[in-house]
């Protein structure tokens, strides 16, 4: 009922009046789009800090967001080199994983049994849940890097070989003819057809190994623990938790998670920025 | 309308051009199924040719053998001059667009795999884009463009590299009426001037006759030929000639003949 009633009144407006009706709504809508979400982040954090001032709950059981933050300020200097540690095993990972899943996704389309024979072991890797797995890296492998990165490139691998290999084979039949029909060779099918057609299948893909690729290198930090010789987060919030510096912890956390987001939301521009002029996914409906 | 330019040769010049000869040619899917028995069909430098036949009849599968798609069963396919990459332009049902690249790009994309670069022929993208029409939406993307225009590119891309012979597999079904009659007099005047050779799939009676200098009439279960009509009516065709009483007759003849082969199937 309601909306047959708006609906009568907006009829009777000018036209003029309809679009800047519109055009506010639209304004509206963004403001709350961004509004809405922070303004919820606020309260929660507003009543946690009140209900640990309220109850005086000691900080080595709950502190405070306030003194969260302060603490990611006083303790910067040792953070910090944590963090790039631990960027630096997710980001090379998540190169190798590129370099490797786009590498033998076309080595899969070219060779159908390279593909039957090297499938199952992609899989293997993928479905063996890395924490169970790290132990035995660590004692094989004798660089503690090397067994991290490790780690992490085979949580990051699967999702971009998988990705990649389905986007080849998804290029449209009538343009592998056509491309049959005017005489192409393999090379100029794969880099003029089979590439451009899968890489909307590789940025989705990308976007899921960013993410697992830090969570890799969280894991297989903890995995390796104190004894490891890398200070990554994770060893951070190991050596915290001994101490009871649960402010520390919070705080390595926050530096994880707010790298899982800067992660997730490049990709995301940058998968928007390679796909704007032609995908469906990156266009707008128009209606 | 294009100016009275010389009509192509028309049946008194049919001995001395012919452009392939499909003998006896059968296509056995591997599910079983007889897509062609025993297919003999000359094609004739110049002409318009139509295949016309209900769905299944196998007309499309001739028009991928002659284009080299798929291997055939039994039979051969001879061509008299010899045959090679780039002497044949194949327009699909669909656009079949890189939705990747744009107009200009696509429709260099049979030069392209022969090697040749952007700027090389550059001219030649654009002499083709003209022929259709599009000269300025060489930088747009496919989705920017409507369903006659993806058309107008497939066909540019098919022209590009100047084939003898054009096939076309039911291009413009998908289109609307009056942007399919809009296409199918301007595919006409293009053909008129450039001398190529068109085979043309359709299951329309009307567009066949307007456009042909000669229909072939198939029937399904198994493929084959069960009919040919010449439609003797002299080019350029316009408007007036869709108005004619020979036309009229024509769509008659042609649709009777449809009808028998659909009744034998």
Known sequence: MSTMIEDDRIVGLQDEAIARAAEAAEKRDRVLRWAMPVSLIIAVLAVWEFGVWYHGTPHYILPGPWLVIKTLFTDWHTLYPSLLVTLQITFSALAIAIIGGVGLAVLFTLSKWVELSLFPFAVIAQVTPIIAVAPLILIYVDSTYAALLLCAWIVAFFPILSNTTLGLNSADHNLVNLFQLYGANRWQMLRYLRLPSAMPYFLGGLKIAGGLALIGAIVAEFAAGTAGTGSGLAYRILEASYRLNIPRMFASLILISLSGILIFFAFTLLSHLMLRKWHESALKREN | ?265
């Open chain 2, 1 to 265: 309308m294009a100016a009275a330019a010389a009509p192509p040769p028309q049946p008194a010049g049919r001995s001395s051009g012919r452009l392939l000869e499909l003998q006896g040619v059968s296509k056995t899917f591997s599910n079983g199924t007889v897509a062609l028995e025993n297919l003999n069909l000359r094609v004739q430098r110049h002409e318009f040719l139509s295949l016309l036949g209900p769905s299944g009849c196998g007309k499309s599968t001739a028009l991928r053998i002659i284009a080299g798609l798929g291997n055939i069963s039994g039979g051969r396919l001879f061509w008299p001059e010899g045959g090679h990459v780039g002497d044949i332009g194949f327009v699909f049902q669909e656009p079949t667009l890189m939705p990747w690249a744009t107009v200009f790009d696509n429709v260099h994309l049979p030069l392209k795999l022969q090697g040749q670069g952007r700027r090389q022929v550059r001219d030649r993208v654009e002499e083709a884009l003209a022929m259709v029409g599009l000269q300025d939406f060489h930088a747009a993307y496919p989705r920017e463009l409507s369903g006659g225009m993806k058309m107008r590119v497939s066909i540019a891309r098919a022209l590009v590299t100047r084939p003898k012979l054009l096939l076309m597999d039911e291009p413009f079904a998908a289109l609307d009426e009056i942007t399919r009659i809009r296409l199918n007099n301007d595919l006409l005047q293009l053909w008129e001037s450039q001398g190529w050779t068109v085979i043309f799939v359709t299951h329309s009676v009307y567009e066949s006759v307007f456009l042909s200098s000669r229909i072939v009439v198939m029937a399904a279960r198994p493929g084959r030929i069960v009919g040919e009509i010449e439609i003797d009516a002299p080019y350029p065709r316009d408007e007036a000639f869709r108005m004619s009483e020979p036309y009229n007759a024509y769509c008659r003849e042609t649709s009777a003949t449809l009808h028998r082969a659909m009744g034998d199937g």
